[in-house]
């Protein structure tokens, strides 16, 4: 790997998990902007729920690969060895929606989300708004495509209040079954804390059946997802060949809590003929963008490279 593209939507359902590990407690990050720019660095961290068991990895269907123990094991060392060297903290989650496959590494670590809080918030609006009996207003609409697909920060300010701030917030995570993300205490929505296995836990939500939102609302968050702008189109892409469809959305900012070093965060899908993922990535602690993204794609092109290797016999 690295393979990239992005083309139509697709959708589907399948039952899986992420494997967990034990919960930590970190820093915070600012928001990330179509520039790059940092909101103002959050202080303090709030402490999280215990983590919710997620279900068992189902058994893969024929012809299809789970990595054996051997597998797990090698691929493990690899991604404990991309980081070295870099100074970087990272946590990545990968379920295989058509073989039940998963794999994670530092699952339940909080990080700083910077823009990846983007997508919670988009979701949320349409909660609320589901609840109210009616569908996102013209306006509504034109900011929350502005805040995905450009990654607006003024915009996202606004509609962080018309959820309800960090009240709302809590109230709308609890119903998209997120365990281990908490926002920040002065309400700085790029602060928000969360882990590679909520963020996981949204995507399901967003591209199967089991979430809150209706199948209207649903698909337009993925079309918001699959439309990004260019230039923010890395990251999950790294797991993509010609044809797939992609659908993501990315963080990135330098934070003044950590030396100016870079947070790099994507999360996202990809649906092909020859695979259907759900991929989250957070990180901090890098020495640039360009390095970040780079360890953010070789984590990925590493995990599902492995998930597509022919299945061993033990």
């Not at 039952?15 to 940092?38: D, E, Y």
Request: glycine share 10%; with cysteine; aromatic share 6%.
């Amino acid at each position: 790997m690295p393979r990239r593209s992005s083309t139509a939507a697709a959708l589907s359902t399948a039952a899986t998990a992420v494997a967990l590990c034990l919960a930590m407690l970190l820093g915070l990050s600012g928001a990330s902007s179509a520039a790059g720019a940092p909101e103002p660095a959050p202080e303090a961290a709030v402490a999280f729920a215990p983590p919710m068991p997620l279900p068992a990895e189902p058994v893969a269907a024929p012809g299809s690969s789970v990595l054996t123990s051997a597998q797990r094991d090698r691929l493990a060392d690899r991604v404990d060895a991309a980081g070295e060297g870099t100074g970087a903290r990272y946590a990545i989650a990968v379920q295989d929606l058509r073989t039940g496959t998963a794999f994670s590494h530092n699952c339940q670590e909080q990080f700083a989300t910077a823009s990846v809080s983007k997508l919670l918030i988009l979701a949320m609006l349409h909660l609320h708004a589901q609840e109210e009996g009616r569908e996102l207003t013209e306006g509504e609409l034109w900011q929350v495509e502005q805040m995905i697909r450009y990654s607006d920060n003024e915009v996202t300010n606004g509609l962080y209040a018309r959820i309800g701030y960090n009240p709302g917030f809590t109230e709308a995570a609890a119903r998209f079954g997120l365990t281990g993300t908490d926002p920040h205490p002065r309400a700085v929505w790029g602060g928000t804390l969360t882990t590679a296995c909520d963020q996981i836990r949204l995507l399901r939500a967003l591209y199967t059946d089991e979430g809150p939102l209706t199948a209207d609302n649903r698909a337009h968050i993925r079309g918001l997802m699959e439309s990004v702008a260019p230039e923010q189109a890395w990251g999950v892409s790294a797991a993509a060949s010609e044809g797939d469809t992609v659908g993501l959305k990315n963080g990135w900012t330098p934070r003044e809590s950590d030396g100016g070093l870079w947070a790099i965060n994507s999360v996202g899908y990809v649906a092909g003929p020859d695979r259907e993922y759900l991929v989250a990535v957070l990180s901090d602690g890098h020495a640039g963008y360009g390095p970040g993204i780079d360890l953010a794609e070789e984590l990925i092109g590493a995990v599902t490279g492995a998930m597509e290797e022919p299945a061993e016999i033990p």
